[in-house]
């Protein structure tokens, strides 16, 4: 008799791209590389292609929070992240159906992309949901994911150095009590890929070396969704985002060519199985430490 693999479930909340690169599409593809059994509730829809973003419709209220009930009804997911919600009546669905505790949502891993600057610099949330994101969603976080844009938001300062980084990254989780993992992958000062982790206790300086001469789409979908997959598989937090900075720096190194642009490669590493495969590193400081960072020196 076969006997049939178990796989966890995890579940993305968040846009579909028609072009296949981001959102819904680049989170299913990350959690099948992962092991990792991919539901979906499509927070709106979008006209979008690897070169520009066209038109954006959100998906009703009711509709969104049945799309959750039914994965959670047969399906119960081992972690959850959120993407492109786009307006504060999804953003408030989202975060009432996992503040009831008559769901079981207790004790969830939800890792929140903000998804509220494209890293074009397009806005991608609507202004009047960005308040609703702040109090009512992050507060429920395990992590929230933001890029350069999205942190100088969050944290109120702008970002211009590693150590600005890290700096954001602390008072984002003093001001919403969950971990936060501040991408600074397109810090100008920067001669790598850096990243850092901060979570009360464990602060990572992820860095990696710059892949050139390759221009991808889906970096933030794709690097929150392998965190995601980890977290359900049952790594700790920490390790998580490690592995997921090691996925991303492999996607990203192992891109493709369709038509005339770059796609990500979610399938060419499963960095759980093989962390050092991306050639990534990791520093970590005590959560009271006030030494410098030389990751970028």
Known sequence: MT????????????????????????????????????????????????????????????????????????????????????????????????????????????????????????????????????????????????????????AEQKITSPEDLRSAARKIFARYGCAALVKGGHLKQCSEALDVFFDGANELLLSARFVRGVSTHGTGCTYSAAICAALALGHALPHAVELGKNFITAAIANSYRVAKHFALNPTSIDSTRNPAGAGGKTARHSSHSAAGCSCCS
Do not use: W, Y
Request: glycine share 6%; net charge positive.
């Open 3 to 154: 006997r049939r693999k178990k796989l966890p479930v995890a579940l993305t909340i968040a846009g579909s791209d028609s072009g296949g690169g981001a959102g819904i599409q680049a989170d299913l593809k990350t959690f099948a590389a992962l092991s990792v059994h991919g539901t979906s509730a499509i927070a709106c829809l979008t006209a979008q292609n690897p070169q520009r973003l066209l038109a954006v419709e959100p998906c009703s209220s009711k509709m969104l929070r049945q799309q959750i009930e039914a994965v959670f009804a047969e399906l119960k997911p081992a972690a959850v992240k959120s993407g492109m919600l786009f307006t504060a009546e999804n953003i408030s669905v989202v975060a009432d159906f996992f503040q009831n505790s008559k769901l079981k949502t207790k004790n969830l891993k939800l890792v929140v992309d903000p998804v509220m600057v494209s890293t074009s610099g397009a806005r991608l949330l609507q202004p009047a949901a960005e308040t609703i994101l702040k109090e009512k969603l992050l507060p429920l976080a395990m992590l929230v994911t933001p890029n350069l844009d999205e942190a100088e938001i969050l």
